[in-house]
């Protein structure tokens, strides 16, 4: 089961609402997806509004898992307009005094 920031986050980038997404995140995060990272709330800020942007789909969560205390895995199954169409991705949250820390996709 994914603590209640992970849902809280899942559910408003989902939703497309940045201002709740960022709220989840800590002052000093980093995102990693596609080969770059992006550094604290504005850079991570850019990128999802790019990310929800940029192409239409639907992503349903199709499996959880806790690595270690603070690291969980949320595995997602996205179809939509972007190349390929259709993709599994995992979505690697590193918590800490329930913020995220950092966002690795792969």
């Not at 559910?11 to 995060?29: E, F, T, V």
């Not at 999802?48 to 349903?60: D, F, G, K, P, V």
């Not at 270690?68 to 949320?74: G, K, R």
Request: charged fraction near 20%; hydrophobic fraction near 35%; include cysteine.
């Amino acid at each position: 089961m994914l603590p209640d920031t992970l849902k809280n986050y899942l559910a408003s980038h989902i939703a497309r609402d940045l201002d709740a997404a960022m709220q989840c995140y800590a002052a000093d995060a980093e995102v990693t997806d596609d080969g770059k990272t992006y550094y604290g709330p504005d850079e991570i800020r850019s990128w999802l509004s790019s990310a929800t942007s940029e192409y239409s789909y639907t992503a349903e969560l199709i499996a959880t898992r806790q690595l270690d205390p603070q690291t969980y895995v949320a595995s997602h199954h996205l179809e939509g307009n972007f190349p390929g169409g259709s993709a599994d991705l995992d979505f690697t949250f590193t918590l800490k005094n329930n913020l995220i820390t950092r966002l690795v996709i792969t």
